[in-house]
């Protein structure tokens, strides 16, 4: 076997990756694109002047999971800016996202992390699955920044999926994504 089959075999196994998405096992292999100094991208969930907490929805193209739990405020903005909020969404109707972890920074009080953080899935029948995200794994980014966590694991976005976070009232929530890949 020539070297260059040879490593276009073992890239072709390192990226053969199996991926525990909600509801199954993807073998999402050959349908990953590295995507390398790609920026990360952030979330900001601004419950700022809002008397009750208020459960925001990230991902979710097609609304379906929005309408079935009933629950789903957009994003407040997405990189810094409102009118991006739309157009991310609309970008995992075709594209989906691998994250490899994110920080997940509250803007005055620690009790947030505490609130629901759920991965969601729904099927093209309704059916939804969800799966918590355990807050007690995070790491804490820095000794000197206690309202900032950072976690790590694998998160998809894409049509499919999406991630609801509950946030406190008169909260802020900025949740910044490390992106590994994306698939097509």
Request: with cysteine; net charge negative.
């Amino acid at each position: 076997m020539s070297q260059a089959r040879e490593l276009t075999t073992s890239v072709k196994s390192a990226n053969a990756v199996q991926s525990n998405v909600i509801g199954s096992e993807v073998d999402l292999g050959m349908f990953l694109n590295s995507v390398p100094r790609m920026p990360g991208i952030s979330y900001e969930l601004n419950n700022f002047g809002v008397g009750v907490p208020t459960t925001f929805l990230i991902g979710d193209p097609t609304g379906m999971i929005s309408a079935i739990l009933g629950v789903g405020t957009d994003p407040t903005s997405v990189q810094g800016v409102a009118g991006f909020v739309t157009p991310n969404k609309e970008f995992f109707y075709k594209v989906g996202i691998v994250y490899s972890g994110f920080n997940y920074l509250t803007d005055t009080n620690t009790a947030q992390f505490s609130q629901a953080f759920r991965l969601v899935t729904c099927n093209s029948a309704g059916e939804i699955s969800s799966e918590g995200v355990n807050m007690a794994t995070a790491q804490r980014n820095s000794a000197f920044n206690d309202k900032l966590l950072t976690l790590t694991g694998e998160y998809l976005l894409d049509i499919h999926r999406g991630i609801t976070v509950s946030v406190l009232a008169g909260e802020v929530v900025t949740l910044t994504f490390t992106v590994s890949t994306y698939t097509v």
